[in-house]
């Protein structure tokens, strides 16, 4: 017959002062009383265990009208927010930014892969990579906002990039067309502005 890991346990703690004998070493006796004091919080460990258990069993019947609802107005808005603040913040740092500097300095060559010329082009990019993703990052208009940089980076990834290798630039430009369509797609959820 098998005993437990509670029983044993706490059988051995407190048999422990027992079984030792007595003895003039002053450590032994102080660490069978430590022994079998410590059988008080070995007891209160295993009915801790015993209480987990008996939650885990109730709380998916309990709690299972709320389970949706967590799930929806938590995860769901918590992974959208996450969306879109990354997305958002890569494309400004990595793509935005330089463009709008380049502006600045007065530096209009760009690509002209629409054929609208290299100024229009550099600021309409600019416009899809720097202040639109603040919008979406933000949260206002975010529908609306993904649509400019989610042309841009259709342009960039099957004209401007189209005979590049998949790996770098056009591997890029693709994960940002998804990603901002698919925030087009489901929305800004419940932390935006839209939303407030």
Request: hydrophobic fraction near 50%; aromatic fraction near 14%.
């Amino acid at each position: 017959m098998k005993m437990d890991k509670e029983n044993l346990f706490i059988g051995i703690a407190a048999a422990v002062p027992t079984i030792i004998p007595a003895t003039e070493s002053g450590s032994v006796r102080k660490r069978a009383a430590e022994i079998q004091a410590d059988s008080f919080f070995i007891d209160s460990y295993f009915d801790l265990q015993k209480y987990i258990k008996y939650l885990f069993c109730i709380l998916p019947k309990e709690f299972k009208y709320f389970q949706k609802p967590l799930t929806l107005f938590l995860m769901k808005d918590f992974g959208l927010l996450l969306l879109r603040v990354g997305f958002g913040l890569i494309m400004i740092i990595g793509h935005g930014y330089p463009k709008l500097m380049k502006i600045i300095n007065g530096n209009m060559e760009f690509a002209n892969p629409i054929g609208i010329g290299q100024a229009p082009t550099l600021i309409l990019a600019t416009l899809a990579e720097f202040v639109f993703p603040i919008l979406v990052i933000i949260g206002f208009k975010t529908r609306l906002s993904t649509i400019p940089t989610a042309l841009t980076m259709a342009a960039a990834f099957f004209i401007f990039h189209a005979s590049d290798p998949f790996s770098g630039s056009k591997e890029m430009a693709l994960l940002f067309l998804i990603g901002f369509i698919s925030i087009g797609l489901i929305g800004p959820g419940r932390y935006s502005i839209d939303r407030s």
